[in-house]
């Protein structure tokens, strides 16, 4: 085992403090580009309201409401740091905190098999395609499934 004194020679331990001061420069930066959802503060928060969706989009201080059609009820929901997903028997609607309300229609007998949000991406599998929403550009984009018989 190797003892590295931190006192003594002052041309040893020179090297050893300086590997220790950019090692803890550089530390934070990896632990930065590793972050996670915990890094993004919460700007959206989702409240069901009778027949409407509202959005508190605390960004931009404001509240974004989207009305349900008649006879239109919500199955499901998920809501990440800065974008909601809404799934209803008519509709999967998605709501980002830049881009605002965009719905997408489901098919006849489409059944859902999950719905999640993180951060500024929503995904939703369901038993004919795969969904994921941009909450920053409001675009979604669909991949299908193969249907089982």
Known sequence: MTVWPLAGRGSRRAPRIAILVALAAVF???????????????QVHLVVDGNRLVASNVRYSRF???????????????TGEAVIVVVTNQRIIAYGVVS?????????SERIESVSAQDFAALVVTSRRMLNFNGESGVWGERGRRVSP
């Open 28 to 42: 934070p930066a990896w632990a930065n580009a590793q972050a996670t959802s915990g890094e993004i503060p919460k």
């Open 64 to 78: 974004d409401e989207l009305k349900l059609d008649a006879q239109e009820t919500v199955r499901d929901t998920s």
């Open 100 to 108: 605002g309300w965009r719905a997408i229609d489901r098919f006849p």
